[in-house]
């Protein structure tokens, strides 16, 4: 999922979210019923994540809605439940996995990108834990199905569990937020796992980490001097446009911190990295406008979400 017919990669860039009152009437057309801000974000961008699953369970006609909602071609990255990451953190999660891919991920069919995997700022690495954690983790919707049919007794009647035909792949990305993960230990880890390690921009607050961990690559820009509320200024946009060039054509941006060995990274596959790029400076009007200007300093052809020939 997230490339061309032809295997060629792909840049996708969206927002974090979709439902804000700032956007209203600004972003969103004046009078625009809220039951439609999905359908008019899902045309002006290529990609959105997913937030909700990551409050709560959602159910599987809040899925098909979703999917329903938005156009061929169109992907979701999906937030992992929280209860897994914050409450459990990554401890025994088995039964909560299989709920949450019990819970209707598969109506999205082919709109299921990666999901994301947000760890909280208090929970440190722990070799162990993350071992078990990501070899738990299925890599397409068949294995998924496998796992969600071992979800609990509550979710019965509300459940889907029958996978999309043909198998889709399954890609995960890790956002950590804890000094200890810049460690050669935990990029081995998820190199070995094909787990993506989000490079996140946190206005210096948690770590912001380089490191190709997977065939793909996962940005969360949330602010560049204000978490989720401070905007990126051109200059800034350029810089990010000309890293995320780099790691779309297999190559290393310079000047990003890394924890482990640049030359361990896994090689990009012959079409190239799909990036994924999403703004989380929500709570003002930043994200959707920071979106655009990047797509365009990008020059993304809507057709092909490449870099347009110059």
Not at 134 to 151: G, S
Not at 174 to 188: D, K, Q, W, Y
Not at 265 to 282: E, K, L, S, Y
Request: proline share 9%; with cysteine; charged share 20%.
């Amino acid at each position: 999922m997230g490339t061309t017919a032809a295997g060629a990669a792909q840049i996708r860039i969206g927002v974090s979210g979709w439902r804000y009152a700032p956007w209203r009437g600004v972003f969103y057309p004046e009078g625009l019923a809220q039951a439609r801000e999905l359908a008019f974000a899902a045309r002006q961008f290529p990609v959105l994540e997913l937030n909700g699953s990551f409050y709560s369970l959602q159910r599987p006609h809040s899925w098909d809605a979703w999917a329903q909602a938005t156009p061929p071609g169109f992907v979701f990255t999906v937030k992992a439940p929280r209860f897994i990451t914050h409450m459990l953190r990554l401890r025994e999660p088995r039964a909560a996995v299989a709920n949450f891919f019990a819970s209707g991920l598969f109506a999205l069919g082919p709109k299921l990108g990666p999901i994301l995997w947000q760890l909280p700022p208090t929970l440190p690495f722990d070799a162990g834990t993350l071992e078990g954690f990501l070899r738990l983790l299925p890599h397409d919707t068949a294995q998924a199905a496998a796992l969600a049919r071992e979800r609990e007794p509550r979710m019965r009647g509300r459940e889907r569990l029958e996978p999309p035909a043909p198998p889709c792949r399954i890609r995960h990305a890790l956002e950590v937020r804890h000094a200890s993960f810049a460690t050669p230990e935990c990029i081995a880890q998820l190199r070995r796992h094909g787990v993506a390690l989000v490079v996140a921009d946190t206005a210096g607050r948690w770590p912001e980490l380089g490191d190709v961990t997977a065939d793909f690559v996962y940005l969360r820009l949330h602010g560049a001097q204000q978490l989720y509320a401070s905007g990126y200024s051109e200059a800034q946009i350029e810089r990010w446009a000309g890293r995320i060039r780099a790691w779309h054509r297999g190559a290393a941006p310079r000047g990003m911190a890394l924890a482990g060995p640049a030359a361990r990274a896994p090689a990009a596959p012959p079409g190239g990295r799909d990036v994924f790029c999403f703004f989380d400076n929500t709570e003002k009007l930043h994200a959707p406008e920071n979106a655009l200007h990047l797509a365009r300093a990008l020059r993304l052809d809507p057709a092909t979400l490449r870099p347009a020939a110059r």
